[in-house]
Nanobody, 116 residues
Framework: QVQLVESGGGLVQSGGSLRLSCAAY????????MGWFRQAPGKEREFVAT????????SYADSVKGRFTISIDNAKNTVYLQMNSLKPEDTAVYYC?????????WGQGTQVTVSS
């Protein structure tokens, strides 16, 4: 059984930084890319960033480009999201999943709250 566990969220002031982690248990995802997604209150879940399992290819939503960096540690089966220059509009629950996402892989997510 696959389990994705997100961590690292919290409350931060505007302009601050956070680093999210997503640990994958139950299998390795060597044939899949991995991604970060987020859902703000009252909004649909949206794409944030993706990375190939090799780490050689990344893509970002326009809203986070230049501020967020996705990375992967294959040995630890873990994906990271370094978030800098955070804005109040980045407030959301952040989730990781494969790319494209699989419905049964959604975890609990980690809350990120950015105060102005």
């Amino acid at each position: 059984q696959v389990q994705l566990v997100e961590s690292g969220g919290g409350l931060v002031q505007s302009g601050g930084s956070l680093r999210l982690s997503c640990a994958a248990y139950g299998r390795t995802f060597s044939r899949y890319g991995m991604g970060w997604f987020r859902q703000a209150p009252g909004k649909e879940r949206e794409f944030v960033a993706t990375i190939s399992w090799s780490g050689g290819s990344t893509s970002y939503a326009d809203s986070v480009k230049g501020r967020f960096t996705i990375s992967i540690d294959n040995a630890k089966n873990t994906v990271y999201l370094q978030m800098n220059s955070l804005k109040p509009e980045d407030t959301a629950v952040y989730y990781c999943n494969t790319d494209p996402p699989r419905p049964t892989y959604w975890g609990q997510g980690t809350q990120v709250t950015v105060s102005s």
